[in-house]
């Protein structure tokens, strides 16, 4: 059974930084993509950020630029640094990792930025 856990949301400032992780814990053979998702409440769970095994990485239009995603294959890890942050990010930040059997969700962690 694998298990992800996402760390670092919280309370933010707009123009503010946040990085998330989000860790891969379990019976682990191989990690194919590594993508962050985010759902605002009222909305629709929307894809942020996406990486492959290769390193290839895709972002949504009104993130390019502000966040990166990367990934520690030796580590299980996927970040999402989230530079100039906007009062429209607010949201739950869910990881996702697609293994060759299924896809594993993380628990959501918090990222709010008001002032």
């Known amino acids: 059974q694998v298990r992800l856990v996402e760390s670092g949301g919280g309370l933010v400032q707009p123009g503010g930084s946040l990085r998330l992780s989000c860790v891969a814990s379990?019976?682990?053979?191989?990690?194919?993509?590594m993508d962050w998702y985010r759902q605002a409440p009222g909305k629709q769970r929307e894809l942020v950020a996406a990486i492959t095994s290769g390193g290839s990485t895709n972002y949504a239009d009104s993130v390019k630029g502000r966040f990166t995603i990367s990934r520690d294959n030796a580590k299980n890890t996927a970040y999402l640094q989230m530079n100039s942050l906007k009062p429209e990010d607010t949201a739950v930040y869910y990881c996702?990792?697609?293994?060759?059997?299924?896809?594993?969700w993380g628990q959501g962690t918090q990222v709010t930025v008001f002032s």
């Open positions: 996702k990792f697609s293994f060759p059997w299924r896809d594993y």
């Open positions: 379990g019976s682990i053979f191989s990690i194919n993509a």
